[in-house]
């Protein structure tokens, strides 16, 4: 069995690697040993582990097939391994999975939630902890028009039914993280009652993952900033999170989470005085 042990005391960090062409803010910038080269300075800041992706999940991506998926992913999978980094590996794919689990990942990423009908053998047979995260849609086309009755209450039927699969199928509950999908077909309003409410989720025996980092509501919320000036909005989503009880970030900015969610900590794990 796969276990990724998560700190006591702070949230873990899963840092991001895209290794692909067209990632949202770091597409085409990472590829082959400077891919690896950039986990390991991840590492060397903060980061817990190591999120690998071969296929943007980005509004309008289109899908990219297996093979190409593998071929840019698990070098850099077996690269970070081999220098003792916690990798996982962010596919929806089962032959990926497979691929990447052989090759030492940890984690599987999956932010279709086992769409893949082979996603549930793959993971129990491997023993892998699993990230089950909430889109509604397919990212081609998701941000269209996204439509809920109340999203808060559907987003958290979704993901406690889909890990209550995943412990059917052999996985122990510590293996099993569950994400809202930030972005995910997914309205500005609908972002911010998942963030408001993500203790909801947190009160629950599953371990909370949460992806803000350089999103596009953050951008909406400052004056439509560029992902690469959105660090400010990023952290303080991020705190928040944290407070809410998330317990796993997924960050591009391994050093400056490092220190927000450090001093965070510090706050919250600090007993208020008896008020006189
Ligand atoms: N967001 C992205 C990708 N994978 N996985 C989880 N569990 N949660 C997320 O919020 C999440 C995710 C999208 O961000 P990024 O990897 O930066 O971009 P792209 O999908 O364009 O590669």
């Not at 990472?30 to 999120?51: C, F, I, N």
Request: hydrophobic fraction near 45%; charged fraction near 20%; include cysteine.
């Amino acid at each position: 069995m796969k276990f990724v042990p998560l700190p006591e005391d702070r949230p873990a960090l899963m840092g991001i690697l895209n290794v692909t062409p067209d990632s949202f803010s770091d597409g085409g910038v990472w590829s082959g040993e400077r891919a690896v080269a950039r986990g390991m300075d991840m590492l060397a800041q903060g980061a817990d582990l190591v999120d690998v992706g071969g296929e943007s999940t980005r509004p309008g991506a289109e899908p990219v097939a297996a093979p190409t998926e593998i071929d840019r992913v698990l070098p850099v999978v077996k690269g970070l391994v081999a220098n003792g980094v916690v990798v996982s590996v962010d596919t929806s794919k089962a032959e990926v999975a497979e691929a990447c689990l052989k090759a030492g990942a940890s984690v599987v990423n999956d932010v279709t939630a086992w769409r893949d009908p082979d996603m549930r053998h793959v993971c129990a047979h491997r023993g892998a902890t699993v990230c089950l995260m909430h889109m509604q849609g397919e990212p081609r086309t998701m941000q269209a028009a996204p439509t809920y009755g109340d999203v808060v209450a559907e987003v958290k039927a979704f993901l406690f039914s889909r890990a209550e699969s995943a412990v059917e199928a052999g996985l122990e509950p510590s293996q099993v993280w569950i994400d809202p999908g930030i972005g995910f077909g997914k309205t500005l309003d609908h972002n911010l009652d998942l963030l408001a409410n993500l203790g909801e989720l947190a009160k629950s025996p599953w371990t909370v993952l949460v992806g803000v980092s350089r999103k596009s509501f953050i951008g909406k919320l400052t004056e439509d900033a560029p992902p690469g000036e959105r660090i400010e909005g990023t952290l303080a989503a991020q705190t928040l999170a944290q407070a809410l009880g998330a317990r796993v970030l997924r960050v591009h900015d391994v050093l400056a989470a490092k220190r927000a969610s450090t001093v965070a900590s510090a706050v919250l794990h600090r007993a208020p005085r008896n008020s006189p």
